[in-house]
């Protein structure tokens, strides 16, 4: 029954000629102004009954209402966008995804404002970086509007799970595109799923803000060859990392800091984010500049804000000794927002060298920087740059 009401909302929302509603089977019909007031005043964000309070969701899977998914055919373009209840899929054995990895995702966030409104935050950056995935792994792109569309479809299906202003939450948006056409031989599919997805999330690292980080350095594995896929969202670049990314954790390391597969002395990301490191003396805001490393999304913002901020702001290759010379690092991305990492340390068996930044707590420019941002997605300052997207 929810589910038919909620149907009807997104059928007045968004434009009714683009989409379909697979799991009512019912067809869609324009509200008038009366009936769009009362149905959105039975859908608050957070309003979703959880397992746990609002200011203690961390970054796990939890079952929402819903999910948007979207198909390309080859000769036929893509389709109309449908709302699903079920979390499953029924997928062709002979899939791309599954035999070679044509598989991408993206990972964005809705914010509640104080006003009640929801908002998200860039979707027409992570919409132009989708697609330059699917440009590096041949597969159909899919156009800005329509992902933009799909992205507040879900959203607003799935509003009550919207972290409510103040909870220090947000709803992650995971987009995920992948070849579902069959092939044998190794070439891209004729057919293309695009399914998106909504969970109400925390911090990204246990203690958030207030624990630092402990960062290992990562010199058995490499993440991305310099002219490999390392700088789109593809999703065999996160398989690579599964099994560093357990052993670091497994020695009481959550964070793992990759170097450059050619010549391991440039760091490269971590297994999560981008690395930025600030230098006090200087006023400085220093991070990678490879074609191996994932354009993080935050990073660009952070980038402009700490410009912003008057801080010299440099994109450039960085040694691992300059580690030294770092008094803040900062982990930045989507998930994990801004995470203060306390120490990197590099094991090279009996030989143990730790690098350290801030006193065992964040730094007063990684904290600038995340109030900064984080004022912005929740609405509290002027939005100049206008990243906010409105439901
Ligand atoms: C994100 O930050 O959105 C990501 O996709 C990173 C992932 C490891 C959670």
New binding site residues.
Partial sequence: MRFIQSTLLLACWLPVSSFAFLASGIPTRALDATQLQMSLQTKKPGTAKLDVPWGELG?EFRPTNSHVRVTYKEGEGWGKPEMVKEPYIQLHIGATALHYGQAC????KAFCHEDGTVNIFRPDENAKRMQASCDRIRMAKMPTDLFIDAVKAVVNDNIEYVPPYGSGGAL?I?PILFGSGPRIGLQPADEYTFVCLVIPVGD?YKGGLASPVKGLLITDFDRAAPRGVGAA?VAGN?AADLLPNMLSKKQGFPIGLYLDAKTQTKIEEF???NFVGIKHATNSYVTPKSPSVLPSITNKALMQLAEEEGMKVEQRDIDIEELDEFDEVLAV????VVTPVGSITRLDGDDIKQYKFGEGEIGPVTRKLYDKVRAIQNGEVEDKYGWNVKL
């Fill in positions: 970054f995702f993206e990972g964005l992650y995971r990204y969202k996160y297994s999560t984010s991305g989507t998930a994990v």
